[in-house]
């Protein structure tokens, strides 16, 4: 049974930034390299949207990103093999939402349909004001 455990989120100033963590175990792949891992995010009275996707290999590394967060948010692999992260940068009052981590194996695609990934963390809730 594939588990995603999220930590991070909080309250944060326009203008500022937050690091939000994403550990991976259990399933057929012990380590997030054999998956794809995505971030999402659902502000109230909206529907779950894509926020930053990677697919991650041995070699390679590689990601996309929503286009609300290109040159803000980045999303990359931790220390430990296991883990994602995504940093938030200038962060926006619009960005206020509950984020989401998802995986799906990896079949060399990247995906941003809420609806194309299998697991799913628990929800942080991320708010950004003043």
């Known amino acids: 049974q594939v588990q995603l455990v999220v930590s991070g989120g909080g309250l944060v100033q326009p203008g500022g930034s937050l690091k939000l963590s994403c550990a991976v175990s259990g399933g057929s792949g012990p380590t997030s390299s054999t998956y794809n891992m995505a971030w999402f995010r659902q502000a109230p009275g909206k529907v779950r949207e894509f926020v930053s996707t990677?697919?991650?290999?041995?070699?390679?590394?590689?990601?996309t990103l929503a286009e609300s967060v290109k040159g803000r948010f980045t999303i990359f692999r931790g220390s430990a093999k296991n883990t994602i992260h995504l940093h938030m940068n200038n962060v926006y009052p619009e960005d206020t939402a509950v984020y989401y981590c998802a995986a799906r194996l990896d079949d060399g695609n990247y995906m941003q349909r809420p609806t194309d990934y299998d697991y799913w963390g628990q929800g942080t809730q991320v708010t950004v004001s003043s």
């Open positions: 990677t697919r991650l290999s041995e070699t390679t590394y590689s990601s």
